[in-house]
């Protein structure tokens, strides 16, 4: 499908530009402010755990499933944890049907970081049996409308569904089911920029003007537990700086909506 | 989107029984062994036995202008994507204007360029060719785009186009509709956006009755509104 | 696995009769991006379907110079089931969405629009039995949101033989249990069943079985049928509740 080239007008662009250029951005917003965000825990039976994530019109769907499964020879008493994310063609007129590209591919990985840097799930606790059997854990990304800032979205779902994960251990025969321990709450920030300016949580219409984005996952104690850099370009250390001071602000606003779920 | 819609105009379904007078039978029905039935989902005029779509892509006709952007340049014209399931073509000897000595076609438009052209002809595989011989025909390389449902348009353009020019008048600005649903709308940036607002209004309500005058006290509430520096 | 009993008084495991469809509950217009959009819960399924198109078809060797083609994509997100399932197709998805594109064509007006596709991509968020009829009933509806050309809607319901008795619109353990599984869809006209688009079986039934079971997904279609049409109308009139 020639589609995944979306061919936009040069003047609306140029509108979206001129705006920023006096210092606005097309929705009203703040340059650091995120869109208005929904999360929705437990929607999902069939899963372990589950989250909706909507930022504007953006959605994001996350499910959690457990089995039990080998670990990995230099962690033998130690969990797994598996994510993958699907751009599913459902969620915009240019996803394609097929195996994860690397689209799909960066944005599982960015996810996982934060919650494997940020030791959110305690993988100790995930050992059954020493060197042989461990806690599989798959957190499986399903986009389902993508207005924009796919990332933070993912993450948020990710981190929500996983609050919402009970251990199947009932149903593999290891006793009570129980809670999944989540020591920390890690929140992505991805900004977009644009010449020298800043944007934080883009929407698909900004994403037409730059593909320059960097995320920056902190944990609660404000540490920077994952950094992504994505796109083509240059990016200076003051810059990095500026967006790291505002990511960690802006996850803190974040992070007391999670505390709710 | 949230339709208005006023709850006399009844709504059908694809299959739904609507006459039994083939001859009479208009856009948006099929028939079969004589009977005339609702073919696509929206809003029925019984006198004129058709069906007004909600929704659904744009498919051109001859005559019709249109809205492009210009998506890829080649040797003899360019291929423009006017918002449909079928691109259409601009011939080079399409263009008003000569093409200078040693120059071609992307010297002229490239991808992204937007502008206003007449479909002048189809062909039985649906390969649309476009215009800008035409005086609503323009590069336009200044301005605002803004998209619509292509069903709507005709609300926008109002009765004998009294509604655009309505817009025009009472906010000074140049608008232009194409038929595929994109308009254009050029002007000082607070009219503008009056203007912006206003088509978003008819899209949304285009099935109610009573939107001029609607649109008229709008544009004047809107007018009192602190310019923005 | 013979002697679990599965129908109790004339009750199934779920308090229904044999006769009654699960809660169904179906939303018109619920994405953004796509052109028309659906979600449905049918019992324990989530589904969500979206349509994109009539729009151009490349590479050109897939286009048609005479009707438009029409592609379905059903998919099972990973956690939609109890063992996780591996992302992506696999035989059986390739084959529900074959037959489920062949419950659409014949009702799809595709003389209109030479040499485009309307995609169909239904995403199951959550399974539990009958998910092939669910999807179909919810990108009928999709279709429908997205303005596209059809001599009706489809409708879809899968019926079943469980303990000796033809019932309606089984759950998982019915489906498992049971002798026979059988997902019909229907074309529907001016509110008269036209003809069956999709039907499968696999299990054991007799002649006389398999006629009862047939009248009984009948039933069950038209009361799908209400139901899409109440969500499509519901749509327009915009007295469905609001977030």
Not at chain 3, 175 to 199: C, S
Request: net charge negative; aromatic share 4%.
């Amino acid at each position: 499908m020639k589609l995944s080239n979306e061919i936009v007008a040069d003047i609306k662009r140029d509108y979206v530009y001129q705006k920023l250029r006096n210092n606005e951005r097309i929705d009203g917003r703040g340059f650091t402010e995120f869109r208005k965000i929904r999360i929705e825990t437990g929607i999902i039976d069939k899963a372990e755990g589950s989250a909706v994530v909507r930022i504007g019109d953006t959605e994001v769907m996350v499910g959690i499933k457990m089995q039990p499964g080998e670990p990995f020879p230099d962690t033998p008493d130690r969990g797994v944890i598996i994510s993958n994310a699907e751009l599913v063609p459902l969620a915009s007129p240019t996803f394609e049907p097929g195996p994860p590209d690397e689209n799909s591919i960066e944005l599982a990985r960015v996810v996982d970081r934060g919650i494997r840097e940020s030791e959110a799930i305690d993988l100790e606790k995930l050992c059954i049996t020493e060197g042989e059997e461990v806690w599989l854990v798959f957190i499986d990304i399903h986009v389902l409308d993508d207005d924009g800032n796919l990332q933070d979205a993912s993450a948020l779902a990710a981190i929500s569904a996983l609050l919402n994960t009970t251990i199947p251990n009932e149903r593999f025969g290891y006793g009570d089911d129980e809670i999944l321990p989540v020591r920390d709450l890690p929140v992505s920030v991805t900004s977009l920029i644009v010449d020298e300016m800043i944007l934080v949580d883009p929407s698909s219409d900004e994403e037409k003007l730059s593909k320059s984005r960097i995320t920056i996952t902190t944990d609660t104690h404000d540490n920077i537990v994952a950094i992504q850099k994505s796109g083509a370009y240059t990016l200076t250390e003051d810059k990095l700086y500026e967006v790291v001071d505002i990511s960690i602000e802006k996850a803190r606003e974040i992070r007391a909506l999670l505390r709710d779920v | 989107m949230k339709e208005v819609i006023s709850p006399e105009r009844k709504i059908v379904l694809p299959g739904d029984l609507i006459g039994k007078n083939p001859k009479k039978a208009g856009p948006g029905t099929y028939v079969e062994n004589n009977r005339v039935y609702a073919g696509i989902f929206g809003l029925l005029d019984e006198k004129s036995l058709r069906v007004i779509p909600l929704k659904g892509r744009y498919i051109p006709e001859v005559g019709n202008l249109v809205i492009g952007i210009i998506e890829e340049t080649q040797s003899n014209g360019w291929s423009v994507d006017i918002d449909s399931p079928y691109e259409a073509f601009l011939p080079v000897s399409e263009y008003p204007g000569r093409i200078p000595q040693g120059k071609d076609p992307k010297d002229i438009m490239k991808t992204g360029d937007v502008i206003s052209a007449k479909v002048v002809n189809i062909d039985p595989l649906m390969r649309v060719y476009l215009s800008m011989k035409d005086r609503n025909a323009k590069i336009l390389n200044r301005g605002r785009l803004v998209e619509i449902i292509h069903t709507r348009v005709p609300r926008v353009i109002g009765r004998k186009g009294s509604m655009v020019s309505l817009l025009k008048k009472e906010l000074g600005i140049s608008i232009i509709v194409g038929q595929n649903g994109r308009i254009w709308v050029f002007g000082e940036e607070d009219k503008a956006n009056i203007a912006i607002e206003c088509i978003k209004i008819i899209e949304r309500e285009a099935h109610t009755d009573g939107l001029t005058e609607r649109i008229t006290e709008y544009i004047k509430n809107a007018k009192k509104r602190p310019e923005r520096s | 696995m013979e002697d679990i009993k599965l129908i109790v008084d004339g009750r199934r495991i779920d308090g229904r009769k044999p006769d009654e469809l699960r809660n169904v509950k179906i939303e018109a217009g619920v994405l953004k991006r796509a052109d028309g959009s659906c979600y449905i819960e049918m019992g324990n399924n989530k589904i969500v379907a979206a349509v994109y198109g009539p729009r151009s078809l490349h590479p050109k060797h897939l286009q048609n110079p005479n009707r438009v083609v029409v592609r379905y994509r059903y998919n099972m997100a990973p956690f939609s089931v109890d063992e996780r399932k591996r992302p992506g197709p696999d035989r059986r998805s390739v084959e529900i969405s074959k037959v489920s594109k062949e419950a659409f064509e014949p009702v799809i007006i595709k003389e209109l629009f030479p040499r485009s596709s309307i995609d169909i991509f239904v995403e199951v968020l959550q399974a539990d039995a009958g998910t092939r009829v669910a999807g179909i009933n919810a990108a009928s509806v999709a279709l429908a949101d997205a303005g596209i050309p059809m001599k009706g809607l489809v409708s879809a319901v899968a019926v079943g033989k469980v303990d000796g008795e033809i019932v309606l619109d089984l759950v998982k353990e019915e489906d498992n249990y049971g002798q026979a599984d059988i997902p019909v869809a229907t074309f529907i006209r001016a509110g008269k069943i036209e003809g069956i688009t999709l039907l499968q079986m696999d299990g054991r039934v007799s002649k006389d079985e398999l006629k009862k079971a047939l009248e009984l997904a009948k039933k069950g279609c038209m009361e799908i049928y209400r139901m899409q049409k109440e969500a499509l109308i519901n749509r327009c009139r915009g007295d469905e509740i609001v977030e």
